[in-house]
Nanobody, 131 residues
Framework: QVQLVESGGGLVQAGGSLRLSCAASGGTFGTRAMGWFRQAPGKEREFAAALSWSVSRTYYTYYADSVKGRFTISRDNVKSTVYLQMSSLKPEDTAVYFC?????????????????????WGQGTQVTVSS
């Protein structure tokens, strides 16, 4: 059984930084795309960032326009962990952040934004940005 466990959330002032971690266990990690989504109170879950393998054995990174230039997704396959480094945080970044494992290794930019392209999800970690 695949398990994804997020950590690193918390309360931070606007302009601050946080690094979220998502530790995977119990299944394939290294050859799957990984994504981060977030859900604010009263809103639908939305895409934040994703990391997809490419045929050249490197990877592509995709970002929502709202986080581009401020968030960075990365992974450590030895530790089976994916990270989301968040900088210049804004109050509108307040949400529960979820990591998810892709159903495949490669996802296009368009595909990575759909929750349907992911098969396992973590329980989420709360990020609160105060103004």
């Amino acid at each position: 059984q695949v398990q994804l466990v997020e950590s690193g959330g918390g309360l931070v002032q606007a302009g601050g930084s946080l690094r979220l971690s998502c530790a995977a266990s119990g299944g394939t990690f290294g050859t799957r795309a990984m994504g981060w989504f977030r859900q604010a109170p009263g809103k639908e879950r939305e895409f934040a960032a994703a990391l997809s393998w490419s045929v050249s054995r490197t990877y592509y990174t995709y970002y929502a326009d709202s986080v581009k230039g401020r968030f960075t997704i990365s992974r450590d396959n030895v530790k089976s962990t994916v990270y989301l480094q968040m900088s210049s945080l804004k109050p509108e970044d307040t949400a529960v952040y979820f990591c998810a494992r892709g159903k495949s290794g490669y996802l296009s930019d368009y595909e990575s934004r759909s929750p349907d392209r992911y098969d396992y999800w973590g329980q989420g970690t709360q990020v609160t940005v105060s103004s």
